[in-house]
């Protein structure tokens, strides 16, 4: 007896396109229904950001790295709130089919490591663009956001949108709760933001700091994105685009390595 | 047959202070429980505002309200803390109990409305008390702050925190769900708290501005508490007295009639 053409099993090539596009779909579907929370919400959040500084420095020539205040923290801010959204998604996805038990869904599919990594890495990063995009429309009227090298910028907006992308999947498979991600957005992801030299200029501040600053890789993909908008930049920018291309290849293979394992998803 | 001694029903009088207490335990041992996240995590958000804002502003503005900019914005940013955990207490609580269901749970024992009412309110009042003190404790050990009138200090942290904590209750009784929720946190509650003039002096915005900013209620919640410890308000502070009271106290009796008719609680 002969099952019928149609009911032959699938026959891959070397990559299951059609498997990959449908996880990239699932992942990218959240932000398309929840846009109000997601996007809309971060987006006035920043805006609101920006308010406050434009009022609390009216009247002052405050600047910082030789730009208006307000031109210098918008990259910064377009940047976060790309980077906060791939974090968010990926790690919430992970951990919320975990927790639901869903997760056999994605692990049961007949989806190598490197195409569920693909999916899961690729959905982040847009999530982290069409964020990114939202939030500099917002601040559009406010600051400069017109970018002078529109290659640099996309650059490292792809860039750290996977470095934190990548992030947000390795947090995702080692939460076992929602207080974990609770913990590191408050304690890991916000502080590492705001602490990278996003709203002031490091000339001026205490060595420590400045130290400091210079170790968080954020600061360089700021900078090189502020590069990309302004044309002014604290670094130089090739020593920041080799910098986070090796981070995020670093991190590529590690969350490869775990996939593969099923370190964390296959008890 | 009847058995002997069958356990009389318990007597209340006027208040059953008992369940009273019980509930307003529940509320408070429900947030303590997590206290990385509900006190050491809007600490942290306080230092790196408190951070962000003094290198960003805080070397080119001279005076602020008479004192250093530093000193301007603390109780400002304490007094956000405060508000913000008030209000996601009680918000948080009734709706997670409406969608587990076990909202049943403060329904079906004899509690009256006015007693709900109290329970509810003054755990969100307790934890946005606990926010303010520990907040400012930790910065008190940073920076120089001086109280120049405790009665300030006090009357605006708790009119204010119990305010939130009731408007928290009247939202948590209308959303359904996490996302009607989120959004007022993202619409109302973030945006109404950022344009408080916590981050700048009032005096700074031109003259519609600045009217329209003194009809923001979180305005006097933060230049009373404000005046408390630099001596300096930008507002009426009698004003800002009787807006907190009244609000109060409208606010106690529409939750006390709400939960009497069993608005979005008893089908």
Same mark, same amino acid.
């Given at each position: 007896m002969s099952l019928g053409p149609d009911l032959a099993p699938r026959r891959f090539g070397r990559v299951n396109w059609i498997g990959v596009a449908a996880l990239y779909r699932r992942e990218t579907w959240r932000l398309q229904k929840?846009? +109000?929370?997601?996007l809309l919400g971060p987006a006035l959040a920043n805006l609101l950001f920006m308010l406050i500084l434009t009022v609390a420095a009216a009247g002052t020539n405050v600047s910082a790295g030789g730009l208006p205040l307000v031109d210098f923290v918008a990259p910064g801010l377009i940047m976060f709130a790309g980077g906060e959204r791939a974090f968010s998604a990926a790690c919430v996805s992970l951990l919320f089919d975990k927790l639901e038990g869903m997760i056999a869904d994605v692990v049961m599919a007949p989806l190598t490591a490197g195409e569920r990594l693909a999916a899961y890495a690729g959905a982040a990063t847009t999530c982290a663009l069409v964020s990114s995009a939202v939030t500099a429309l917002a601040l559009s009227p406010f600051a400069? +956001?017109?970018?002078?090298h529109p290659a640099v910028l996309l650059y490292f907006l792809l860039a750290g949108g996977l470095f934190l992308a990548l992030l947000g999947i390795l947090s995702g498979l080692w939460s076992r709760r929602w207080d974990h991600y609770a913990a590191l957005l408050a304690y890991f992801l916000i502080p590492f933001s705001y602490l990278s030299g996003m709203f002031y200029g490091i000339e001026g501040l205490p060595a420590l700091a400045r130290r400091l600053i210079a170790l968080n890789p954020l600061y360089y993909v700021i900078d090189g994105l502020r590069y990309g908008v302004t @044309? +002014?930049?604290?670094? @130089?920018v090739w020593p920041g685009a080799l910098l986070i291309l090796g981070l995020d290849l670093v991190l590529l293979a590690v969350v490869y390595r775990l996939f593969r394992s099923g370190w964390r998803l296959k008890a | 047959m009847l058995p002997a001694a069958l356990p009389a029903p318990r007597r209340l009088g006027a208040v059953n202070w008992l369940g009273l207490w019980t509930l307003y335990l529940k509320e408070v041992r429900r947030f303590a429980k997590v206290f990385t996240q509900t006190l050491v995590s809007p600490l942290v958000t306080t230092l790196l505002f408190l951070a962000i804002f003094t290198l960003a502003l805080g070397r080119s503005l001279q005076k602020v309200g008479g004192v250093g900019y530093a000193e301007f914005l603390t109780p400002g940013l304490v007094m956000m803390s405060m508000v913000q955990n008030a209000f996601a207490n009680t918000s948080s609580s009734l709706v997670i109990s409406k969608i587990q269901g076990n909202i049943v749970d403060i329904l079906m024992p004899p509690l009256s409305p006015l007693e709900l009412t109290l329970g509810l309110a003054g755990g969100g009042l307790t934890r946005g008390i606990a926010v303010g003190i520990v907040s400012t404790l930790v910065v008190w050990a940073l920076l120089p702050l001086h109280v120049h009138d405790w009665f300030y200090v006090a009357f605006h942290a708790v009119a204010a925190s119990l305010l939130l904590s009731m408007i928290g209750m009247l939202a948590g009784l209308w959303a359904d769900k996490f996302d009607q929720m989120a959004a007022v946190t993202n619409f109302v509650i973030t945006p109404l708290s950022f344009l408080s003039g916590a981050f700048y002096s009032t005096e700074r915005l031109p003259g519609l501005w600045r009217a329209i900013a003194h009809l923001n209620p979180f305005f006097y919640m933060i230049d009373g508490f404000r005046y408390g410890f630099i001596g300096h308000a930008d507002g009426s502070l009698l004003a800002g007295v009787l807006v907190l009271a009244g609000a109060d106290l409208l606010l106690g009796l529409l939750l006390w009639r709400l939960l009497a008719s069993g608005y979005k609680l008893r089908a």
């Amino acid at each position: 007896m002969s099952l019928g053409p149609d009911l032959a099993p699938r026959r891959f090539g070397r990559v299951n396109w059609i498997g990959v596009a449908a996880l990239y779909r699932r992942e990218t579907w959240r932000l398309q229904k929840d846009y +109000v929370d997601s996007l809309l919400g971060p987006a006035l959040a920043n805006l609101l950001f920006m308010l406050i500084l434009t009022v609390a420095a009216a009247g002052t020539n405050v600047s910082a790295g030789g730009l208006p205040l307000v031109d210098f923290v918008a990259p910064g801010l377009i940047m976060f709130a790309g980077g906060e959204r791939a974090f968010s998604a990926a790690c919430v996805s992970l951990l919320f089919d975990k927790l639901e038990g869903m997760i056999a869904d994605v692990v049961m599919a007949p989806l190598t490591a490197g195409e569920r990594l693909a999916a899961y890495a690729g959905a982040a990063t847009t999530c982290a663009l069409v964020s990114s995009a939202v939030t500099a429309l917002a601040l559009s009227p406010f600051a400069h +956001v017109l970018p002078r090298h529109p290659a640099v910028l996309l650059y490292f907006l792809l860039a750290g949108g996977l470095f934190l992308a990548l992030l947000g999947i390795l947090s995702g498979l080692w939460s076992r709760r929602w207080d974990h991600y609770a913990a590191l957005l408050a304690y890991f992801l916000i502080p590492f933001s705001y602490l990278s030299g996003m709203f002031y200029g490091i000339e001026g501040l205490p060595a420590l700091a400045r130290r400091l600053i210079a170790l968080n890789p954020l600061y360089y993909v700021i900078d090189g994105l502020r590069y990309g908008v302004t @044309g +002014v930049a604290e670094t @130089g920018v090739w020593p920041g685009a080799l910098l986070i291309l090796g981070l995020d290849l670093v991190l590529l293979a590690v969350v490869y390595r775990l996939f593969r394992s099923g370190w964390r998803l296959k008890a | 047959m009847l058995p002997a001694a069958l356990p009389a029903p318990r007597r209340l009088g006027a208040v059953n202070w008992l369940g009273l207490w019980t509930l307003y335990l529940k509320e408070v041992r429900r947030f303590a429980k997590v206290f990385t996240q509900t006190l050491v995590s809007p600490l942290v958000t306080t230092l790196l505002f408190l951070a962000i804002f003094t290198l960003a502003l805080g070397r080119s503005l001279q005076k602020v309200g008479g004192v250093g900019y530093a000193e301007f914005l603390t109780p400002g940013l304490v007094m956000m803390s405060m508000v913000q955990n008030a209000f996601a207490n009680t918000s948080s609580s009734l709706v997670i109990s409406k969608i587990q269901g076990n909202i049943v749970d403060i329904l079906m024992p004899p509690l009256s409305p006015l007693e709900l009412t109290l329970g509810l309110a003054g755990g969100g009042l307790t934890r946005g008390i606990a926010v303010g003190i520990v907040s400012t404790l930790v910065v008190w050990a940073l920076l120089p702050l001086h109280v120049h009138d405790w009665f300030y200090v006090a009357f605006h942290a708790v009119a204010a925190s119990l305010l939130l904590s009731m408007i928290g209750m009247l939202a948590g009784l209308w959303a359904d769900k996490f996302d009607q929720m989120a959004a007022v946190t993202n619409f109302v509650i973030t945006p109404l708290s950022f344009l408080s003039g916590a981050f700048y002096s009032t005096e700074r915005l031109p003259g519609l501005w600045r009217a329209i900013a003194h009809l923001n209620p979180f305005f006097y919640m933060i230049d009373g508490f404000r005046y408390g410890f630099i001596g300096h308000a930008d507002g009426s502070l009698l004003a800002g007295v009787l807006v907190l009271a009244g609000a109060d106290l409208l606010l106690g009796l529409l939750l006390w009639r709400l939960l009497a008719s069993g608005y979005k609680l008893r089908a």
